[in-house]
């Protein structure tokens, strides 16, 4: 056999780039997916966009545990990576996959049981509750795909084929975004199924999704390129460590997006459907932006876990340094851009031009809170590669606490501004990045790195 590929990293700035910029475009799928959906329904009405954004962050509740898991996942295969043990890192994602379809059946049968009472809990009136419950009931049997395709992404990262992941991303969404227009409004053959035509047209495009990522794993030939004999046997050890290390990140994200949740029916309950309509194309713009924050969030995690497999921890914080650097400057163009041209985003929405006008200082507080998330998610990604994951999800307990407090006394208490709810995020993510920063610096991580 000849020589296997070298897994080692290779942490120059073109390396960093290389790694990262295919990692962007496989996590902008959901991001286009949910940015898809709301520009369509928003043809449909303020009420369908405004539907579409507390049924989206619910979705995203069970879609973030999986990338709780996934985070977990990747952070043990690139150290079995920077280890060279190679077998592992293959019967990492197995056992990974196993847990994932596991947590993915239970999800699904709660929302079938819970989702319409859980809709009126949330203050949604009963026509919209009935709405929104028919929608998740659909899309939320997307998780299976989605948890298969994360895992196998985080495969192909370990492995440092991200080239791989662009064309994954063009593929689904391409896919997602010709069943949105034909199942929302009924071209090319399809029944006009409306707000529920964005659940079937997800769902679809994440099952093509998954068939993409299988084919090119098996196309690598894994066994032969990599010297990587895949191992399908089920162990009790390799479980426990994928779910102790994945468990503090899955109840971590879990909780967080869950905050975010309650900010949106804080949000429907105290604001009106346009100002919840504005806080819908926030998310789409956070969670569009914060695509490349969490793709050097997700490099780090890969770059610093196969580093302290290798024992080059003393590189650690350059490393750092050299990435947030990286991420800040690309989300200042960014952000300069949907400053000066704002209705290049707010536009997409199809509302009124007094839509545009509304949002904008809005915009102008979600657009500085990309930047701070810039630095926060690399240095939490950080404490995640070291595999203290116990300290990541009380750095997180810490942020969610300052974030749900703020947010109650600002919309509930106080009955601020929709500017000043949005600022949140501005507590959120400086509170995740202090604790991660000293713990770094000054905590014990570099005891007990081996698992």
Not at 398 to 414: H, K, N, Q, R, T
């Amino acid at each position: 056999m000849s020589n296997p590929i070298s897994l080692k990293v290779d942490t120059s700035i073109k390396g960093i780039i290389l790694l990262t910029l295919p990692i962007s475009m496989a996590k902008l799928i959901p991001e286009l997916n949910y940015l898809f959906n709301a520009a369509f329904l928003g043809h449909i009405g303020s009420k369908e966009l405004a539907l579409a954004g507390i049924t989206g962050v619910y979705y995203l509740i069970f879609s973030a545990i999986g990338y709780g898991l996934n985070n977990a996942l990747l952070s043990i295969m690139s150290r079995r990576a920077g280890e060279d043990s190679r077998n592992e890192i293959f019967s990492s994602l197995w056992h990974g996959l196993i847990l994932g379809l596991g947590l993915a059946a239970i999800f699904v049968v709660f929302t079938w049981a819970t989702v319409h009472p859980v809709m009126r809990w949330a203050g949604v009136e009963a026509g919209g509750a009935k709405m929104a419950g028919t929608f998740l009931n659909i899309r939320i049997c997307g998780l299976f795909f989605l948890y298969s395709l994360q895992m196998q992404n985080a495969f192909l990262i370990s492995l440092q084929k991200t080239k791989y992941l662009i064309l994954i991303a063009i593929i689904q969404s391409i896919t997602n975004l010709l069943l949105d227009y034909s199942m929302i409004f009924g071209h090319f053959g399809f029944p006009a199924l409306g707000f529920n035509g964005a659940a079937y047209a997800s769902v679809i495009s994440e099952i093509i999704g998954l068939l993409t990522v299988v084919a090119i794993i098996y196309s690598l030939d894994v066994k032969k390129r990599f010297n990587i004999i895949p191992d399908f046997a089920v162990k009790l050890k390799t479980i426990k460590l994928v779910f102790t290390q994945g468990f503090p990140l899955m109840s971590q994200l879990a909780i967080s997006t869950g905050a975010w949740w309650v900010f949106f029916i804080l949000v429907s309950r105290n604001y009106t459907y346009e100002e919840q309509a504005i806080s819908q194309t926030m998310r789409n713009l956070f969670g569009l932006g914060g695509v490349f924050s969490w793709a050097f969030g997700s490099s780090a995690n890969t770059i610093i876990s196969n580093l302290i497999g290798q024992g080059r921890q003393e590189e650690i914080f350059a490393i750092i340094k050299k990435m947030m650097l990286l991420s800040v400057a690309g989300m200042t163009v960014l952000v300069i851009v949907l400053n000066l041209y704002p209705n290049l985003f707010l536009g997409l929405f199809g509302q009124s031009g007094d839509f545009v006008n509304a949002g904008m200082g809005t915009l102008r507080i979600v657009s500085t809170a990309m930047i701070i998330l810039c630095v926060g998610v690399i240095w939490l990604n950080a404490v995640v590669a070291t595999g203290k994951t116990n300290i990541v999800f009380w750095i997180e307990f810490l942020g969610i606490a300052s974030y749900l407090i703020y947010v109650w006394i600002v919309i509930e208490e106080m009955k601020w501004s929709l500017e000043a709810a949005w600022m949140s995020e501005w507590i959120y993510w400086v509170m995740l990045f202090l604790p991660s920063y000293f713990y770094l610096k000054y905590g014990n991580w570099r005891a007990a790195l081996k698992y």
